[in-house]
């Protein structure tokens, strides 16, 4: 009987959110449930034959998810997710609360959920889900999380507890990712990359995961895609990159590297709950990102495109996308620019959502930026982002005396400013394109669509 009050209390504080654009009720509802009955989760999934799909990692969950759901969706199943990226218990309550009927029914044959990578045990141990991916982990709000190794341990520790009905699919790309699933009893699944066009045979200098997760020798890479990931060897125990399932898709919906990965997870999480082949293909054609990831929008008859930049990894293959998308010329000689890559704001804040720590700009790649790029910075840490800039060009790292500024950037602290500033200095044939940390992005949208997503 409870669980019926909190569905209709949880329902009304929805409406009246949305009601007064407060949001749209993605977290509180899921949260005044799980204070009032902690089980409230396992409650309406016993009482619903709903399969429960969970993704989680550093980068990609959102674009995963959705990929995931417009296939199922093509394939006529009824599915909802986490849409709104609340991806706390709360949030998984708040969606399950939404969809649910006042009587507590869910009448979905699949809820996907993307998890904060720290609350993923939680995550596993409130849904039973049948279906687990796992894509990749880098270095991401260090004040929350603390380094990769707390993170695998949570998750290997919370997976040992599954059986061989859950199907676990993992990035094999990702040393500590692929080095999860051994000795699991559940039904372990590996993609990953095998394109010698896109590959490189060095690191990066922002990497993290670089030694063998088995014995903690320094690997070899015979291939390198972004990052740490790529085709990995330890030359002393002699564990390497498990065999994959699938490397390659026949379509791919988004740009960069880092969306080659998602697609590759959606597509094997499809083929093993059965989905025909074309099927995916049929939805991956009609796929469209979600809110931040490569989003779309037109703004005074000018074209804006979002990327979501929220730490070291994310920022890099922003800009590495960007190069692609505006020349690819350009873009083998490591610069920014070129045609359709002339304006560029950049947001970096640091509030919980983001992470206190704002370090990791260090860690970016923006010494390749050129100098013709018109740039804009704002947000709380606009400063930070200023500095990293100046001291990226090769005047302020010499013993020059005379130190001239050659890259082109103002700082202009109020986002709605910024945001204006940036799209008058845009020509209707160009496209600004965004790149704010998570917090950000929700001000940049709400800003643009005058909507609030959570």
């Not at 959110?17 to 409650?43: M, R």
């Not at 690191?203 to 070899?220: F, R």
């Not at 330890?234 to 988004?254: D, S, T, V, W």
Request: a positive charge; one cysteine or more; aromatic letters at 8%.
């Amino acid at each position: 009987m409870i669980n019926f009050f909190l569905v209709l209390l949880g329902k009304n504080i929805s409406n009246f959110s949305e009601l007064f654009n407060l949001g749209s009720g993605s977290t509180w509802p899921g949260h005044i449930a799980l204070s009032i009955n902690p089980h409230f989760i396992q409650d309406i999934l016993k009482k619903n034959k709903t399969k429960v799909i969970l993704i989680a990692g550093t980068n990609g969950k959102t674009t995963t998810a959705k990929l995931i759901q417009i296939i199922l969706e093509k394939d006529g199943k009824k599915v909802f997710r986490n849409e709104s990226g609340a991806n706390l218990l709360n949030g998984i309550a708040s969606s399950m609360l939404l969809r649910s009927s006042i009587l507590c029914k869910l009448n979905f044959d699949f809820a996907i959920f993307e998890m904060d990578e720290n609350n993923l045990p939680d995550a596993i141990s409130a849904t039973n889900p049948s279906t687990i991916l796992l894509l990749d982990l880098f270095r991401d709000q260090l004040d929350r999380y603390g380094e990769i190794d707390s993170i695998v341990k949570k998750w290997k520790d919370s997976l040992q507890k599954l059986d061989s009905k859950t199907i676990l699919i993992l990035n094999a790309d990702d040393p500590e990712v692929a080095f999860i699933g051994k000795n699991l009893n559940t039904n372990t699944f590996y993609f990953g990359l095998d394109d010698a066009k896109i590959a490189k045979t060095s690191l990066q200098h922002a990497v993290d995961s670089i030694y063998c997760p088995n014995c903690g020798e320094k690997l070899t890479f015979k291939k390198v895609y972004l990052s740490h990931l790529g085709d990995w060897e330890c030359p002393n125990c002699k564990e390497k990159k498990p065999q994959i399932f699938l490397e390659k898709a026949p379509f791919y919906p988004l740009n960069g590297v880092y969306n080659r990965y998602n697609t590759h997870a959606a597509l094997l999480a499809a083929r093993t709950l059965q989905i025909p082949d074309s099927t995916i293909n049929d939805a991956l054609k009609d796929f469209k990102p979600a809110f931040g990831r490569q989003e779309k929008l037109t703004i005074e008859s000018k074209k804006v495109q979002i990327f979501l930049s929220k730490n070291p990894t994310s920022f890099n293959e922003s800009l590495r996308t960007i190069n692609e998308l505006a020349c690819p010329q350009r873009q083998q000689a490591g610069l920014l620019g070129g045609r359709g890559a002339k304006n560029l704001l950049i947001v970096l804040n640091n509030r919980i959502p983001d992470g206190r720590d704002v370090s990791w700009i260090w860690d970016a790649d923006v010494e390749g930026l050129d100098d013709n790029l018109n740039i804009t910075i704002s947000g709380d840490r606009a400063y930070d982002m200023g500095l990293r800039l100046k001291y990226s060009q090769e005047d302020q790292r010499s013993k020059i005396k005379d130190q001239k500024q050659n890259l082109k950037f103002k700082i202009i602290e109020n986002l709605q400013d910024a945001i204006q500033q940036s799209l008058k200095e845009t020509k209707e044939e160009e496209t600004l394109f965004i790149l704010p940390t998570y917090s950000a992005m929700l001000e940049v949208r709400k800003i643009l669509t005058g909507k609030s997503i959570l």
